[in-house]
């Protein structure tokens, strides 16, 4: 059971002939993002500074960037690609679940102090 | 097959429904729940930076060295390579793993040894970034309300306190010591100039500007005029601050540093853990305890744990620096 991989990736784009040369390939892959992340990151394409969903483009880019390359270090590494469905969901759909959650609240509260501020009601710089 | 036969497999125990170890569920396990640890604190840097989004430090004007490369304007290169390393030592990882399903004693060996040295580049690295921060750069003017002013030139270059403030060489404040003065009060470090001396500094230099914390619309921070400067900082500074801790910040927001301390201080803290870890199953792998055991189960277990140190810092990176 341990022994066996599934080799593909892409949902069945590229296929490995094994284990190890999958590792390497994913490597590959990781890096290629990290990257277009840096390189986004100094170059700061003017195309994507507007807003979109109360947030620059470039920061949802690097968002689901980083949530492509977390879901290849999990399914890949963490070998997760291999365990059953069932635990599969157990581990990926509760912490995604809560962490959604938690998000939606503190960042809609921050949001909402920082209109309290902005509108003058609280002065905070004297 | 009759339903008691069946209820007899159902609860006679020995089921496992995963298909996965005991030991390797509860690593999952545990891993769930230290990224909803993180989660919580990347959550908290978010609530604070939404409360003083027109505000925040630019993480690239804040990170801006290399080791070996003294006054080259290099942001993020550095994380860079530290995210780098740490993704090469999950890939040795995942090597011993693989070596360890085929019983390859020698071949998990070297890769549980260059997963140790990765993981110790990692921690180097984020020590030296660390003393890089806490020693700060060019130095700022914090005010009354808690807000830091910076200083620049005419094209809007940053410009050193140290660089313009007229030292006064009849200082009549020394810092007070238990041995001289009260004995039961103590008082930390003077700052290296005192407002006197930065607002001499600025009135001799002219074409030094003020940089508020500000963001304007094309997301810069905003510049002062030279009469605006002047009176803000004569009017509201009160304190010359450099580097930062977990009171001060040059960079910005004191809470900007406090985040940065408390979130890459505990994931630093995982990734020591994880070396220590690692080389409890390096000894073990060398001392042969897997191969007579016949499996290099444990080897699965902390890669699991090291990959997710990998992950949290894929995160990290993408709220801290690149966000």
Known sequence: ?126 | MSTAVAEGKTWGGGNEPLKSSYGKMMMWFFIVSDALTFSGFLAAYGFSRFKFIDSWPIADEVFTHFPFLHGVDAPMYYVAFMTFVLIMSSVTMVLAVDAGHQMNKSKVTIYMFLTIIGGLIFVGSQAWEWNTFIKGDYGAIQTKGGNILQFVDAEGHRVAVRDFAVSDEHKDRTQHQSKNGLWFVDEGTLPAYTMDEVIHGLQANKDVLVRTQIINEEGEKTVLSRAESLNQVMKNGKLYVEGANLHVNEYGSPLFADFFFFITGFHGFHVFSGVLINIIIFFNVVLGTYERRGSYEMVEKVGLYWHFVDLVWVFVFTFFYLV
């Open chain 1, 1 to 126: 059971m341990a022994h066996e991989h599934k080799l593909e990736i892409f949902r069945g784009l590229v296929k490995f002939k094994s284990n190890t040369q999958k590792i390497w390939g994913v490597l590959v892959f990781l890096t290629i993002v990290t990257v277009i992340e840096v390189a986004l990151g100094i170059v700061k394409p003017e195309s994507m500074m507007a807003k979109f969903l109360g947030m620059k483009i470039l920061n949802w880019v690097f968002i689901i960037l980083t949530i492509v390359k977390a879901y290849y270090i999990t399914w890949d590494f963490m070998h997760m690609r291999d365990e059953t469905k069932a635990l599969q969901r157990m581990v990926v759909w509760t912490a995604i679940f809560l962490v959604l959650y938690l998000l939606f609240i503190l960042l809609q509260e921050g949001g909402y102090v920082f209109d309290v501020y902005d509108n003058g009601y609280i002065k905070k710089d004297f």
